[in-house]
Protein backbone atom coordinates (compact mmCIF):
# COMPACT_ATOMS: atom_id res chain seq x y z
CA UNK A 1 0.00 0.00 0.00
CA UNK A 2 3.14 2.26 0.36
CA UNK A 3 2.80 3.25 -3.32
CA UNK A 4 -0.79 4.12 -3.39
CA UNK A 5 -3.11 6.93 -2.39
CA UNK A 6 -5.11 6.68 1.29
CA UNK A 7 -8.67 7.52 0.17
CA UNK A 8 -10.21 9.04 3.14
CA UNK A 9 -13.54 10.07 4.25
CA UNK A 10 -14.52 12.45 6.98
CA UNK A 11 -17.41 12.45 8.80
CA UNK A 12 -18.15 15.33 11.57
CA UNK A 13 -21.30 17.48 12.19
CA UNK A 14 -18.44 20.55 12.70
CA UNK A 15 -17.51 21.72 9.60
CA UNK A 16 -14.71 24.15 10.88
CA UNK A 17 -13.52 20.67 12.22
CA UNK A 18 -13.55 18.97 8.80
CA UNK A 19 -11.83 21.91 7.34
CA UNK A 20 -8.79 21.33 9.79
CA UNK A 21 -8.40 17.76 9.17
CA UNK A 22 -8.95 18.02 5.68
CA UNK A 23 -6.03 21.14 5.27
CA UNK A 24 -4.02 18.74 7.56
CA UNK A 25 -4.46 15.47 5.97
CA UNK A 26 -3.95 17.14 2.26
CA UNK A 27 -0.84 18.01 3.28
CA UNK A 28 0.62 14.87 2.62
CA UNK A 29 1.00 13.40 -0.75
CA UNK A 30 -0.55 9.61 -0.34
CA UNK A 31 -3.71 11.12 1.63
CA UNK A 32 -6.58 12.12 -0.58
CA UNK A 33 -9.94 13.57 0.93
CA UNK A 34 -12.65 11.61 -1.58
CA UNK A 35 -15.58 12.92 0.38
CA UNK A 36 -16.91 15.05 3.85
CA UNK A 37 -20.07 14.32 5.52
CA UNK A 38 -21.96 15.89 8.27
CA UNK A 39 -24.02 12.78 10.04
CA UNK A 40 -23.69 9.26 10.56
CA UNK A 41 -26.28 8.01 7.83
CA UNK A 42 -24.65 10.24 5.29
CA UNK A 43 -21.25 8.53 6.58
CA UNK A 44 -22.71 4.65 6.13
CA UNK A 45 -23.78 6.13 2.37
CA UNK A 46 -19.97 7.97 1.98
CA UNK A 47 -18.24 4.35 3.10
CA UNK A 48 -20.57 2.14 0.88
CA UNK A 49 -20.38 4.90 -2.35
CA UNK A 50 -16.91 5.88 -2.22
CA UNK A 51 -15.21 2.88 -1.09
CA UNK A 52 -12.81 4.90 1.33
CA UNK A 53 -9.62 3.25 2.58
CA UNK A 54 -10.26 5.49 5.60
CA UNK A 55 -13.17 6.73 7.65
CA UNK A 56 -12.69 9.29 10.02
CA UNK A 57 -15.95 9.45 12.03
CA UNK A 58 -17.26 11.81 14.92
CA UNK A 59 -19.16 9.62 17.39
CA UNK A 60 -21.31 12.82 18.50
CA UNK A 61 -23.45 13.65 15.21
CA UNK A 62 -27.30 14.46 15.25
CA UNK A 63 -29.70 11.45 14.83
CA UNK A 64 -27.58 8.75 14.25
CA UNK A 65 -24.44 8.89 15.74
CA UNK A 66 -21.12 7.76 15.39
CA UNK A 67 -21.30 4.70 17.04
CA UNK A 68 -24.72 3.45 15.48
CA UNK A 69 -22.94 4.68 11.86
CA UNK A 70 -20.24 2.18 12.91
CA UNK A 71 -22.18 -0.57 13.19
CA UNK A 72 -23.42 -0.38 9.75
CA UNK A 73 -20.27 0.68 8.29
CA UNK A 74 -18.74 -2.50 9.53
CA UNK A 75 -21.39 -4.71 8.00
CA UNK A 76 -22.19 -3.10 5.03
CA UNK A 77 -18.60 -1.83 3.68
CA UNK A 78 -16.08 -4.21 5.57
CA UNK A 79 -13.15 -2.83 3.53
CA UNK A 80 -13.16 0.28 4.98
CA UNK A 81 -11.31 1.25 7.80
CA UNK A 82 -12.89 3.95 10.79
CA UNK A 83 -10.76 5.77 12.74
CA UNK A 84 -13.18 7.41 15.48
CA UNK A 85 -12.24 10.80 16.47
CA UNK A 86 -14.58 12.42 19.14
CA UNK A 87 -14.36 14.79 21.99
CA UNK A 88 -15.03 12.25 24.68
CA UNK A 89 -12.37 10.97 26.18
CA UNK A 90 -10.79 7.54 24.84
CA UNK A 91 -11.18 5.83 27.90
CA UNK A 92 -15.38 6.12 28.05
CA UNK A 93 -15.59 5.04 25.06
CA UNK A 94 -12.74 3.68 23.07
CA UNK A 95 -13.28 0.39 24.16
CA UNK A 96 -16.98 0.23 22.67
CA UNK A 97 -15.64 2.27 19.47
CA UNK A 98 -13.25 -0.68 19.24
CA UNK A 99 -14.88 -4.03 20.38
CA UNK A 100 -17.85 -2.41 17.29
CA UNK A 101 -14.83 -2.56 14.73
CA UNK A 102 -13.06 0.69 14.74
CA UNK A 103 -9.32 0.66 14.47
CA UNK A 104 -8.72 2.87 16.26
CA UNK A 105 -10.50 6.25 18.56
CA UNK A 106 -8.58 9.70 18.73
CA UNK A 107 -9.63 12.33 21.26
CA UNK A 108 -10.18 15.37 19.00
CA UNK A 109 -7.07 17.13 20.70
CA UNK A 110 -5.22 14.40 18.93
CA UNK A 111 -2.36 16.70 17.25
CA UNK A 112 -2.28 16.09 13.13
CA UNK A 113 0.31 14.07 13.63
CA UNK A 114 -1.30 11.88 15.21
CA UNK A 115 -4.16 11.89 13.10
CA UNK A 116 -2.10 11.24 10.03
CA UNK A 117 -0.55 8.41 12.00
CA UNK A 118 -3.57 6.63 12.74
CA UNK A 119 -5.45 7.51 9.25
CA UNK A 120 -2.05 5.57 7.73
CA UNK A 121 -1.70 2.56 10.38
CA UNK A 122 -5.53 1.98 9.39
CA UNK A 123 -4.98 1.90 5.82
CA UNK A 124 -2.14 -0.17 6.44
CA UNK A 125 -4.08 -2.82 8.38
CA UNK A 126 -6.76 -3.37 5.71
CA UNK A 127 -7.47 -6.39 3.91
CA UNK A 128 -6.94 -6.07 0.36
CA UNK A 129 -9.69 -5.53 -1.51
Keep these: MASSVI????????????????????EHADIAIVGEVSDGLSAVEAARDLTPD???LDVSMPG??????L?????????????????FAASRLAPQAVELGAHSYLEKGASFEEIVG????????????
Design 71 to 87: IDIRAQSPTVSVVMLSG
Design 118 to 129: AVRSAASSKQPR
Design 7 to 26: RVVIADDVEALRALVRIALE
Design 54 to 56: VML
Design 64 to 69: YDGLEA
